[in-house]
């Protein structure tokens, strides 16, 4: 899938320069390296409008930025113990912004990080692997029974 990029609006008010001048739409949009149906979108919000600015979009703004996304993975990540409410309040001391602990669970979800428990094992030194390695080698060919 192709990443989108948005027109900034200097090269936006090019573009109708140039079809007001006579060029096709086809040769603006080669131009400007985008789709013709880009450059037909743009047109007809001008003819309409009278404007080529973008139109504000609805929906509430995101509490977090990209870059504080990314603080939040990389947070979680470098202090595996660490507790989402530690991660708000860490974000707090860092922006003097609230966020709330679901939005630090999304985020966090988004970097495809989840809730899991540490697996603890007990840590052996090398004689106790060779004598677990030999035990597991004598008793290779037992069945459930025994």
């Known amino acids: 899938m192709s990443q989108r990029?948005?027109?900034?609006?200097?090269?936006?008010w090019r573009a109708v320069g140039w079809m007001e001048?006579?060029?096709?739409q086809a040769d603006a949009a080669r131009r400007l390296n985008v789709s013709r149906s880009v450059v037909q979108r743009l047109w007809d919000q001008y003819q309409s409008e009278d404007?080529?600015?973008?139109r504000p979009?609805?929906?509430?703004?995101?509490?977090?930025?990209?870059a504080e996304d990314c603080f939040l993975a990389l947070s979680a990540r470098?202090?595996?113990?660490?507790?989402?409410?530690r991660l708000v309040a860490d974000h707090f001391e860092a922006s003097g912004r609230r966020i709330s602990a679901?939005?630090?669970r999304n985020r966090l979800h988004n970097a495809g990080l989840y809730a899991r428990r540490l697996?603890?094992?007990?840590?052996l030194n090398g004689r106790q692997r060779r004598n677990r390695l030999c035990w597991a080698r004598e008793h290779v060919s037992w069945t459930h029974q025994q």
């Open 102 to 104: 679901t939005t630090v």
């Open 5 to 12: 990029r948005r027109l900034p609006n200097s090269l936006r």
């Open 78 to 85: 470098r202090r595996r113990t660490t507790t989402v409410p």
């Open 57 to 66: 979009v609805p929906g509430r703004p995101r509490a977090t930025t990209p």
């Open 119 to 123: 697996v603890v094992c007990v840590p």
């Open 21 to 24: 001048m006579g060029l096709s």
């Open 51 to 54: 404007s080529v600015s973008r």
